[in-house]
């Protein structure tokens, strides 16, 4: 009696484990016909933006937005990251570029490094997407 329900306990588990040994499915994609999603399918892409993608193309390129840049951004600058770019988040908004060499405590070498990198710099008006919670200190983008 031990043997077969030994037989069947090792026979059972063979089966509920086979999909492991290369018998998977692959998904399929449908095709619905409805008029509901017609007219989502009818919209162009370009209706589909919002103000946050709007500005990602307008100023996320080759200049840092200081109102709505996260810490991160700073990385491609030496001597930013992480405690300037801390002094820099913490202080906006800013109503113009040069108004980042009026923060408080800044050492001469951090003086002279915003100056240096000034024309790298752009400030538009604070976003709430950028800027709400905790996304310009951490917005989860690794690289």
Do not use: C
């Amino acid at each position: 009696m031990k043997g077969l329900v030994r037989l069947l306990t090792v026979f059972s588990l063979l089966v509920a484990s086979w999909g492991w040994f290369g018998t998977t499915y692959s998904a399929q994609a449908i095709t619905i016909h409805s008029p509901l999603f017609a007219a989502e399918a009818a919209v162009p892409a370009e209706k589909l933006r919002n103000r946050a993608d709007d500005k990602l193309d307008e100023v996320y390129g080759d200049k840092i937005d200081l109102n709505n840049t996260s810490l991160r951004s700073f990385q491609r600058f030496p001597g930013f990251y992480p405690k300037l770019a801390s002094k820099i988040v913490q202080n906006a908004p800013y109503e113009k570029v040069e108004d980042v060499l009026k923060l408080e405590g800044l050492s001469e070498a951090q003086k002279r490094r915003l100056e240096q990198n000034l024309d790298n710099f752009i400030v538009t008006e604070p976003e709430a997407v950028f800027n709400e919670g905790d996304d310009r200190y951490n917005n989860g983008i690794y690289r």
